[in-house]
C-alpha cells in the first residue's frame, strides 16, 4: 500500500505534513496509522479539539488539515476559521473537514469558513488517503456535482448591480468557460468533452483559474463563480460525475 517517497504530491520530495485534530484517541490513532503507511505521507500534529489545533498550527507548518466538527472547547468550524485567518495565503493548509453525516450544517458552515471539502468518517482508507492528496493539488475532495450541490446551498448570488466582478478581469474567455464549467459541477473529464481539448490541458487552466481569481482551491473557484454571477444556483452543465 506504500506510495513511493518521489510522489509528486509531495513538494521539494519531501513527505505532506498532515495534521489530525479530533477529540477521540481511538480515532486519531485510526488515522494515524493508516497515513503512516504511506511515504509521501506523515501525520506532524495531532490535536484533541480546535482551540489546540490553533495554537500548534502557530508553530508548526502543515500542508492538509483532518478537521473534526463536533469537539469541546473549539469545534471545527471556528478552528477552520482562525488557522486560515493566521496563515500567510501562500501557506495557508488545506483543511478538510471529517463528518458522519453526508452534506449536514455543520459542513456547510465549515466550508463557509474556508474548508476545501469534507470526508464522511466511514470512509475506506484508500479514500482517505486519496483525499489528502487531492485536496493538496486543489482540487476538491468531494465530487464536482456534490460540490456544487452543496455551494448552492452556501452561496448565493447577489443581484447584478451588487456584483464585484472584477476579480474575474484577468481570466481569458478561455479560462472563463472553465470556470463556468467548474461551477456547473463539472470534472476536468467532462470539461475537455465539452471543449474538445485534453484533460492535461484543462488541468492547467484550472490551475491558472485558481491563481489569477485567487483561490485556494476547486471549491473557492466555485464560490466566486457563484459570487460573481457567473454561475447561478439550478443552471445546468454537464451529467453528473460517477
Known amino acids: 500500500m506504500s506510495t513511493p517517497a518521489s510522489s509528486p504530491d509531495a513538494p521539494g520530495g519531501r513527505p505532506l505534513r498532515v495534521a489530525l485534530v479530533d477529540d477521540q484517541p481511538l480515532v486519531r490513532a485510526g488515522f494515524a496509522m493508516v497515513i503512516g503507511t504511506q511515504d509521501d505521507l506523515e501525520v506532524t500534529v495531532q490535536a484533541s479539539d480546535g482551540a489546540e489545533a490553533v495554537e500548534q498550527l502557530r508553530a508548526h507548518r502543515v500542508d492538509v488539515v483532518l478537521m ?31 463528518t458522519t453525516f453526508d452534506l449536514d ?7 463557509r469558513a474556508g474548508a476545501s471539502g469534507f470526508l464522511l468518517k466511514d470512509a475506506q482508507p484508500e479514500d482517505l488517503l486519496a483525499a489528502i492528496r487531492t485536496v493538496h ?7 464536482p456535482s456534490a460540490t456544487r450541490r452543496l455551494l448552492e446551498r452556501v452561496v448565493s448570488t447577489p443581484e447584478p448591480q451588487q456584483r464585484d466582478t472584477s476579480v474575474l478581469d484577468a481570466l481569458t474567455d478561455r479560462e472563463r468557460e472553465v470556470l463556468v464549467l467548474m461551477g456547473r459541477g463539472c470534472s476536468n473529464q467532462e470539461i475537455g468533452a465539452q471543449l474538445f481539448v485534453a484533460e492535461a490541458t484543462v488541468k492547467t487552466h484550472v490551475g491558472r483559474v485558481l491563481a489569477k481569481i485567487g483561490a485556494r482551491d476547486r471549491v ?16 445546468g452543465g454537464a451529467p453528473p460525475s460517477v
Do not use: H, N, W
Open 105 to 111: 450544517e455543520y459542513v456547510v458552515s465549515a466550508i
Open 220 to 235: 473557492q473557484a466555485v464560490i466566486i463563480a457563484f459570487e460573481t454571477g457567473l454561475v447561478t444556483p439550478g443552471e
Open 137 to 143: 493539488r486543489g482540487d476538491a475532495v468531494i465530487a
Open 68 to 98: 473534526d466538527v463536533r469537539m469541546p472547547r473549539m469545534d471545527g468550524i471556528e478552528a477552520t476559521a482562525r488557522i486560515l485567518e493566521q496563515s500567510p495565503p501562500d501557506r495557508a493548509p488545506k483543511v478538510i473537514v471529517l
